[in-house]
Structure formats: structure tokens, C-alpha cells
């Protein structure tokens, strides 16, 4: 007979019982890796006994499925892997745009359809988990993870976060349509000294439960089933050797039921680089009893642990407590009985049609017009135009999909690169998508590494026969990413260079940025005739900017963060906490060159009207404010207003303002429609000197605007009186 944890009919914690009763501490400590798979198979699963791998996918995903199904109790394996806007190192499969380019569009139903194609091309390929979103809040721009956020915004970074949670896990652990979705990186990682990758982040309890934890309490409370820690320590804690953020906040304050683990060798760095162990059984056991469940990349956690227990350093019983949470999950999502190995049906998903049509839509509604003078764009498309696009990133494919994608550099970029026939660059945008009576005629100007001077006086010349310059500005992969900050945010090589060269011909000029993260920009294009910023906008990031300058598409996207003149005006996010000398430095402004909220359309829009919140709403617990939006343009567009909040008097030094709510209606010329904003008491709350988050009675101001510092923003005051 088949024993209890075989049963299907029996609860999951049954079954995850019995079979814990059944296990060696070998095979306990064994399930508690998760080991990439980049390696030997059968000795990664069947001496070793990993409970996960990472970095595996199609006929190798069957392998090892196979190879754990033949071990003695034939516990199936859990699959993870950085699909991170989209499926990343599958060839050929549906590339989003990073989630810094997808929060420009602040469109929630956009960012979940993708999340939800994501994962349909994902579990056909024997992966069960990615290892996204990333909700760290971005601070210093000169980190090098900055394009993978959502932003400088708490608010913002919860409810994307929360839309793409919802797209990955579908309708549940058992969907065999969906995979587990990854809040990292839990938490504060992003809180960088000078912009350096992974460093002490100096940052309080306090501070942590104002800014950097409601995204991933967003995240716990909306059933997000697996958390990723971070690499950084914080009052001399590793983030994978603190017990009061894994265990007293996560697991037992918001009830996380799911798997936590840790980042790439977290648990050996405590002793080679963090060197608050002695050896891999000291560290093992400051693994298990800070909260982690699963240890990612850190093989010799398995020899650490066995020898932790059998010198008495760690209770058997304590490892039991974590494998339970991993067995549990595993019976939750069915994999005893469907290991959802790689289908073939399925990965002809894949890349269709209709995913690539919900990429360009979101890729669409990503496109921040950052300025427009004299109403430059869009460019006629009823008569002949000599278009001169010049730039290195105009025709860089790489550059377009980003890092963790296709050649990026974290699984083997031979095997796995995006065929070049999926991307439609800058360039194939304009020669494919962009009216017949267009001329494009391209050189790249520069680089971006170096200098390149052989490359300037071509497009020099290309440009001066031209009725506009098309200029395409930004990085390359080099200086982005993990490992990758850099100490300036300017542009690189010959780009500058180019750019004053450019601007010199007197030409109308258009900037188009292609970049992970913002750039500051030089004086000689401060006054270019119009930017458009895409970050980076994925595989059909060409087609909708040629779709944009052609004004088929009116740009609806509005920046996620605040982009400085200057790297000396770090941090420049808008929700600075108020109390300072001033309001500029003695040399430089400090306001951003382009702030947090803002963005332009080929049509103009006003908001009036605002109403206050009525008093005896406010004493039920609810918030209800009314505003008028009206398209004043001449064609039709999508406008986001943006709801503020400010607490007037706080017990606590509080920032100056808090999104707290938006929406993006579409009006058509002329047509005015009338928005209702809710919210309950608790979006007034702070988080007061001792750490706890309240909401004081008060005064308060709501401010209704189109940008952070929207000149034209409406306000009304209320109060909340004491409950």
C-alpha cells in the first residue's frame, strides 16, 4: 500500500507529516538547497538531494524531474528561474519591457496581462517560479539595479508588485497555467552606500516599516507564496541572518505562509565576505534559525547543517520546522502528482501573436514624452521627411531588451541569446512601422564605451542633409546591473560629444533615451526639440516609437522616478521628509530636471472641481473625493491624475506628500468626465518615533495633480478627528 504522503486524498499537512517522519536528516537538509543546475545533474539531485535548482529549463527540467522521482521517496523537485519581464533566456519567447520602462506606463491591468503571459510561457518549459517582481524602492540612481524597480514610490511599487503577484500566480498554487511569484529583495537592499552594489544599508526599523516594507507586506497580504532575502546587512545584520525581519515581521506579524530564500550564496557570503561565521556550520545554523527556508547556490549548506545537528549546534527538530514549509508547498501546488514537467503543447505558446500584441500594447503606454517644443511631435506623416537617426543604441538589440534577458550575461548567453529576428530595434521601427514618405538613413555617431571619433563626421554629415535628427542616447549592459553601479550618470564614451555636435547644426532635434536607468543630460540638449524617454522597452520597443513619432500613438507614459540635473543632487525623489535649511543647494538647484509623476501628450488636459472629503465620511473611515478631468486638446488621449496626501502636523518628522491613489482615464477632444477617488483613514497614517503606524488625528491636505510638482495641482483641506 502506498504510504499516507502518496494519498492524494489526504490534507496537504498530513501528507507533509508523514513524509517528514520518513526522512534522514541528509534528505532534510538536502531539500533545503536550491543549487544551479548549471552543473552535474545526478549529483545535484540524487547524491546531494536538492529540494530546488535554479537555472534550468526544457529537456534538462525533465531530466531532473525524472532523476528526483527515482530517489527513494521520490520528493519532486521545485523549479526556479530569473524570468524577470518575460522568459528571459527562452529563445524566441515574449520580451517585456524592464519594470522600470512597464511602471511608465501606470497601467495595473497592462503589467498583470504581461505577468499572466509570462507565466503561460514559462510552465510549459518545467519551470515553476521566477524569481520576480523586484519591489526594492529605488534611492540612489547611481546603483546599478536601478531598471529593474518600479521606482522611487512605496505606493506605486505595491500596487504594480501586486498586479504582476497576481499574473504569475494565476488562480492559485494548483494552476497549472501559473508559477510562484518572488518579492525581492526583502528588504532595504536598495539603500546603498553611495550607490554601491549590496553595501551596509543604514537604515532603522523605523525607517523600514515607512518606506521599504509596505511594498512587501502588499505582497504578503495578497498571497505571494515565496520571498527572496537580499545580500545587504543592515545594524550588523546580513538580511539573510536576521531573525526579526524573517521571522517576527514575515512570517509571524503578516502571516507569510509561503518559502523564503536566499539570495545567490547569502549563507556562505557570511563567511567569506560578511565574515560573521567561522565556518559553513556556524553559518548553516544562522541560516535555519534566522528564518530561511531555502538555500540558494550555497552547496556546502548540506554538510554545514548535518554537522550543525550532530554536534548538537542545531536541533533536528529546527530543520524539520523549514522542511515542512517546503514539503507543504509542494503538496499545495500538486507536484506529487503532476511535476509539470515540460509540455510541448504549451511552449507553442510561446512568442505567439497574441502575447506579442499585450507586449506592444504595454510597451505603447510605457513611452514618456518628456518635452515638446513648439509642438515638434509628432512628425508629419502625410509628406516626404529625411529622417537622420544616429546614435550607438539605435540598432542595439540587447539594449532594447535589457539586462536579464536574452544575451545578458546570467545563463549561457550562446545558448541562450534572443534571435535577433524578435527585436525590433529603433531602427526597424522607423524603416518598418513609420510612414511610406519617410527617409531613414542611420550611423551610429559614436559609442558607448569609448569615444569612437571615426564614427562622428558619417553621421555628421548624414544629419546635415536631414529635415530632423533622431538622436538615440543611453548605456549598454556594461554599466548596469548586479555588481554594476557606477560613480557618474553621465553619458558614456562619445555620446556628449555627439550630442553637442548635433545640436550645433541647428536642425530640429529629437532625443530618444535607451538606457536601464536615468542619465543626466547635458546643457546642449536641455533645449532639444523633443525627449522621449523609453528605458528600456523590450522586443517591439521600435515598432511603438515609430508608432509615437508618427502620432499613431499619443504617449500616455509618465515617469515612475525623478530624474536629477546633476549625480551630486542625490537622492532627488519627491517624497523628501520636510525640516531642511532650504530649498537648494549654493550651487545648484534642487528640484529634478524631470520629476516623478510627469509626463506629456500630443493633447492637453485640466483638472477642476475638486471636492473635499465630506466630514462625516471621513468619521465612518473612508475617504471620498470627486474631480473633474477634461481633455482640452484637439485629439483624444489618456491622462493620469495623481492623488497626494499630506499630513499637516505630525508627532514624527513626515514627508512633505504621499501618492496614495491615481487613475488613467481616456477622454476623447473635448470630452470631460468626472473621477471618484476612495480610500480608507488608514492611508493617513505615518509611522510615528516608536516605530508604530498610526494615523493621528489632524488636519489634512488632498492634492489632485497631473505630476509631484504639477503647477496647477488642486488641494482641499479635512480633518481626522480622534476615533
Sequence with gaps: MNPPYLNSSLPPETRANDLLTRMTLHEKAGQMLQLDAQGDLPDLVSNKGAGSLLHINGDRSREAMELAAKTRLGIPILIGDDCIHGHS??????????????????????IEAAARVTAREVCGTGVHWTFSPVLCLTRDLRWGRVGETFGEDPFLISRFGTAMIRGYQGRGLDDPDAILA??????????????RDASEADISPRKLRSYFLPPFEAAAKNGCMSFMVGYQSMEGRPSSANPWLLKSVLKEEWGFEGILVTDWNNVGNLVTDQK???????????????????IMATPAFL?????????GMLAEAEIDEVVYRILLLKFRMGLFENPRAPDETRRSLIGCEAHRQTNLELTRESIVLLQNQNQTLPLPSDKPLNIALIGPNADNAQIHLGDWAGASG????????????????????LKQHAPASWTVNHAPGCRVTDAGDDLLA??????????????????ELHLVGEYKSTGTLELQGGQIRMLEALAGLGKPLVLILLHSKPNVLPACVHNADAILELFNPGMTGGQALAEVLAGAVNPSGRLPISVPYHVGQQPVYYSQVRGQHGDRYADITQ?????????????????????????????????????TVTNTGERAG?????????????????????????????????????????????????????????????????ELAQSSRDPDALRARFRVEAP
Design 89 to 110: 533566456f527562452w529563445p524566441g519567447a515574449t520580451i517585456f519591457p524592464t519594470q522600470l520602462a512597464q511602471a511608465c506606463s501606470w497601467n495595473e491591468d497592462l
Design 182 to 195: 518572488t518579492a525581492k529583495h526583502f528588504a532595504g537592499y536598495s539603500e546603498t552606500l553611495g550607490g
Design 276 to 294: 560573521i561565521a567561522a565556518d559553513i556550520t556556524e553559518a548553516a545554523v544562522i541560516a535555519v534559525r534566522s528564518g530561511n527556508d531555502l
Design 303 to 311: 554538510e554545514g547543517a548535518v554537522d550543525a545537528v550532530e554536534h
Design 410 to 429: 546570467q545563463m549561457d548567453p550562446v545558448k541562450h541569446a534572443q534571435p535577433r529576428a524578435c527585436t525590433v530595434t529603433i531602427l526597424d521601427g
Design 458 to 475: 558619417p553621421a555628421l554629415q548624414l544629419a546635415a542633409e536631414a529635415d530632423v535628427i533622431v538622436a538615440v542616447a543611453g548605456d
Design 591 to 627: 528640484a529634478p530636471h524631470f520629476a516623478f509623476g510627469e509626463g506629456l501628450s500630443y493633447t492637453t488636459f485640466r483638472l477642476s472641481e475638486l471636492t473635499a472629503p465630506p466630514s462625516s465620511e471621513v468619521r465612518n473611515g473612508e475617504i471620498h473625493c470627486e474631480v
Design 638 to 702: 489618456k491622462c493620469v491624475v495623481q492623488l497626494y496626501l499630506s499630513d499637516v502636523v505630525t508627532s514624527a518628522t513626515w514627508v512633505q506628500k504621499e501618492l496614495k491613489e491615481f487613475q488613467k482615464p481616456e477622454l476623447e477632444a473635448g470630452e470631460s468626465k468626472r473621477l471618484r477617488f476612495s480610500l480608507p483613514v488608514s492611508a493617513c497614517s505615518i509611522v510615528n518615533a516608536e516605530g508604530e503606524r498610526v494615523v493621528e488625528p489632524g488636519e489634512f491636505e488632498i
